[in-house]
């Protein structure tokens, strides 16, 4: 056993979004991909093209598109 600083320890806990709540709302999560893009290292290009894809088309392409980049991280609820 070793005491190790917090920075170290993994992100482990699972965010789940129901879709049908005020968390499921495009904007929310629009934001929440930025942030999350951030946290994983993405450089700003990437992250732009990842929100403006997400812009792209309607709500399920938004889905789809959040689910592709995030689906590891996010379990998303109907």
Known sequence: MA???IEEKPFVAPI???LTG???NAFHL???AQRLS???GH???RT????EEMKLTDYEGLLHT???EFGTLVTMWR
Not at 48 to 51: G, Q, T
């Open 3 to 5: 005491i190790r600083p």
């Open 16 to 18: 789940e979004i129901d």
């Open 22 to 24: 005020p968390a499921g």
């Open 30 to 32: 629009l934001g929440l």
């Open 38 to 40: 951030r946290q994983l």
């Open 43 to 45: 450089d700003d290009f």
């Open 48 to 51: 732009e093209c990842i929100l």
């Open 66 to 68: 959040f689910d592709r």
